[in-house]
């Protein structure tokens, strides 16, 4: 499994993309970024957007693919994909003609650029060539994260949360889990933000660190970019070489 970064920060900087991962060419995995990250060719590719909320920072990107699939010569479609309250969202709030065009309806509602499809929480299910399962977690708006397979190999995208209960549940089963993508906002000096936020500082990820296979990597995004050098700095001295902050335009390998 190809992970590609496309956006690995928790908001907008000079050189620094909101949150977004493109799996195996046709998945996103939010999409805070997509138009910065992928040449037009590679933008057509992507058939799925799974979601983990309608927070901006991590479908702000959508707005300006969809366009470029509306301008695409070939019919081309993107199936917006998460729980409930966060298709509606997207639906109700941002694809609705005040903030941005109703692409559910463009170019013909029979063949649409937008395609929505609800998750069922807590069951596996298939989205491309991918078994997603998805996990509601602690955010200031509904959120889900995603225990993500191929069917061979497997990993855990946190979702913008605080610390991750729902996702350790006794019984879960996590084979082939070969990483774990945990979220990072704010350094350790705004821990009472994080906790009103409900984001992660490095001191809650050292926590995170029992609930998670000692074998298993910690690959840390969404780190807020005004505080990421303080946040890198603290990290650091988190859980050794097991904890890593992902890097953009990266493509990780599972
Ligand atoms: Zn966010
Ligand atoms: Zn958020």
Known sequence: M???????????GIG????????????????????????????????????SHAHLDHVE????????????????????TSMAPVVDALRTSVFNNVVWPDFASIPSVDRPVVKYRTLVEEAEQ??????VTPVAVSHT????????HDGTTGFIFSGDTGPTQAIWKEGRSLRGLRAVMLECAYPD????????????????????????PADVPVWIYHVKPQFADEIGEQLSKVGGDRVTIMEQD???TL
Request: glycine share 8%; proline share 5%.
């Open 2 to 12: 190809k992970i590609r970064v496309l956006g690995a920060f928790g908001a907008e």
């Open 16 to 51: 620094q993309r909101p949150t977004a991962f493109l799996i195996n060419d046709r998945i996103l995995l939010d999409g805070g970024t997509v138009g910065g990250a992928l040449t037009v060719p590679e933008q057509i590719t992507i058939e799925h957007a799974l979601l």
């Open 61 to 80: 990107g959508l707005a300006y693919l969809t366009e470029t699939l509306a301008f695409s010569e070939s019919p081309v479609s993107l199936t917006i």
């Open 126 to 131: 298939r989205v491309g060539d991918l078994w």
């Open 141 to 148: 708006v509904p959120t889900t994260g995603y225990i993500i």
């Open 189 to 212: 000096r705004m821990a009472e933000l994080a906790s009103i936020a409900k984001h992660m500082t490095p001191a809650l990820v050292q926590r995170e660190l029992d609930k998670i």
């Open 250 to 252: 990266k493509t990780y």
